[in-house]
């Protein structure tokens, strides 16, 4: 089993920063990869940003060069660091994990990019 837990959310303005952690515990050596995804009202959720076990990075094209995907070293905290948030990147993003052939997800942290 694996629990995430995501936090930083919040709201902000066009052009500014925010980051996003989630803590990752239980049989963390069985997760193959992190992700984020993110869901807006109304929309089906999407992915956002994904690091593999080996720590490759990968990004959909909406937020690639804007967002980075990272994680400490004991691979306990995943974060996603945001730069130039636009309206559009308002949504509720959540952490997603890999293990085997079971995936498992967070509760979801609120953006809001608003001016």
């Known amino acids: 089993q694996v629990q995430l837990v995501e936090s930083g959310g919040g709201l902000v303005q066009p052009g500014e920063s925010l980051r996003l952690s989630c803590a990752v515990s239980?049989?963390?050596?069985?997760?193959?990869?992190m992700g984020w995804y993110r869901q807006a009202p109304g929309e089906q959720r999407e992915w956002v940003a994904r690091?593999?076990?080996?720590?490759?990075?990968n990004y959909a094209d909406s937020v690639k060069g804007r967002f980075t995907i990272s994680r400490n070293n004991a691979k306990t905290t995943v974060y996603l660091q945001m730069n130039s948030l636009k309206v559009e990147d308002t949504a509720v993003y959540y952490c997603?994990?890999?293990?085997?052939?079971?995936?498992?997800w967070g509760q979801g942290t609120q953006v809001t990019v608003s001016s």
């Open positions: 997603n994990a890999l293990a085997t052939t079971t995936t498992y």
């Open positions: 239980g049989d963390i050596f069985s997760i193959d990869r």
């Open positions: 690091v593999t076990r080996g720590g490759a990075t």
